[in-house]
């Protein structure tokens, strides 16, 4: 079986400090991994906002192939919302979550242990009234006592989850305590093989990919993550690192993901240029230095043998791929074409629009490439 990429960029990637995206750029994004083929896309939080209401039930309308999952408290209201945005879906997941740990328990919940439990238990056979496809997230597990957490997992399972997350919420865990954790689960959750292990891993300390691996290596079957690592605070584990880890250690990893590695680079343009967060130059896959060689002997080295100092080839992500290319005298049909070719689908009005500052661009540079279209499409999008 492979890694399952459970994406969340449009839920917690959403929650990063000042980023803020209308329905239509979720749409836009949701499109994209479906392209990307993730295995879960975690379109929002329905209860917490108007706009993350629509913005679910407009993805689970119309986009098919994933699995389309909306967050909820453990809660009959929270559950309502997101079973209602969730309803048109193909393949509907209501991902219910309760604190475990102590200090979110005492200061936060207010709930002693056995009313978590409780909380938990409803949850699930509540969300399982919407849809088979219930996930349960222990929020903060890695901070919990591990044998409650086995506990309230072994009751999750017995009431329908189908798949059981173990969150590190605040990014504390390390690679060997946390692939221990995963362990600790599975050799401690008697009915653990009837739901899929998944991992949501924060990056305050620079560890989500690595604590992601780790559980990877001790039996996570699922791995929630965003592209280009955005989240709350320091960020999720990055989408396009787990993936190319995954691939280039092939002979590592026994378990590669579904993922079409080519529309990673396109995926996270586009979800830079829509939340306006800026990739750092040198971040790994998608940086835009992550394939330069700037020193003369690593050049030297490259020209005679690229393996010498690149151990991923760029077209592998989707780039260099994008060299087509149009010129201020191409048309209106080619322009359309191409853009088809991205994957785009314009009304007449939404063509017109694009065209005319695509010929305003080819005014301006000689040559216009996929990149510059993209550019272009997403402005239209942000304009709407
Ligand atoms: O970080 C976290 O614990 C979460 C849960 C809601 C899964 O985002
Ligand atoms: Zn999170």
Redesign the pocket.
């Known amino acids: 079986m492979a890694i399952k990429i459970f994406d969340?960029t449009l839920?917690?990637g959403e929650q990063s400090p000042g980023v803020s995206l209308s329905v239509k750029e979720k749409l836009e994004i949701a499109k994209q991994l479906a392209k990307l083929e993730v295995d879960v896309i975690e379109a929002g939080f329905p209860i917490a906002s108007e706009g993350d209401f629509k913005g679910v039930q407009k993805i689970a309308q119309e986009v098919k192939g994933p699995v389309i999952a909306g967050?909820a408290r453990a809660t009959k209201q929270d559950i309502d919302r997101a079973g209602e945005a969730l309803k048109d879906a193909e393949r509907p997941r209501i991902?219910t979550?309760i604190a475990t740990s102590p200090v979110h328990m005492k200061y936060k919940l207010q709930k002693s242990s056995q009313e978590v439990l409780e909380s938990a238990v409803e949850a699930v056979k509540y969300a399982k009234t919407y849809t088979d496809d219930v996930e349960f997230?222990a929020?903060?597990?890695f901070r919990s006592d591990k044998d409650f957490l086995c506990e309230v997992f072994e009751a999750v399972i017995a009431a329908g989850a189908t798949t059981i997350?173990i969150?590190?919420?605040v990014g504390y865990a390390t690679p060997l305590e946390f692939g221990g954790l995963i362990k600790y689960i599975k050799d401690n959750v008697p009915n653990i093989n009837q739901a899929v292990i998944s991992v949501?891993c924060?990056n305050d300390l620079g560890l989500a990919v690595a604590n992601s691996l780790a559980a990877i290596e001790n039996g996570a079957e699922q791995i929630?993550c965003a592209v280009n690592g955005i989240g709350?605070r320091a960020g999720n584990t990055a989408l396009e690192e787990i993936a190319l880890a995954l691939n280039t250690r092939y002979d590592y990893f026994d378990k590669q993901s579904n993922l079409n590695l080519k529309e990673i680079a396109r995926t996270s343009r586009l979800v830079s240029h829509l939340t306006g967060m800026e990739i750092q130059p040198n971040k790994a896959i998608v940086g835009k230095n992550a394939f330069a060689h700037e020193s003369g002997i690593h050049q030297d080295g490259v020209i005679k043998e690229r393996t010498t100092y690149e151990i991923m080839d760029a077209t592998t992500i989707g780039l260099e791929e994008n060299k087509i290319v149009l010129g201020k005298h191409s048309g209106r049909h080619a322009f359309r074409q191409k853009l088809e070719e991205l994957g785009y689908e314009l009304g007449q009005e939404e063509l017109n629009s694009a065209f005319k500052r695509f010929k305003d661009l080819a005014d301006k540079k000689k040559e216009i490439t996929g990149f510059d279209l993209e550019a272009i499409m997403e402005d239209e999008i942000s304009q709407v």
């Open positions: 969340t839920r917690d967050l991902h979550f997230s929020e903060d597990a997350n969150p590190d919420t949501h924060h929630e709350e």
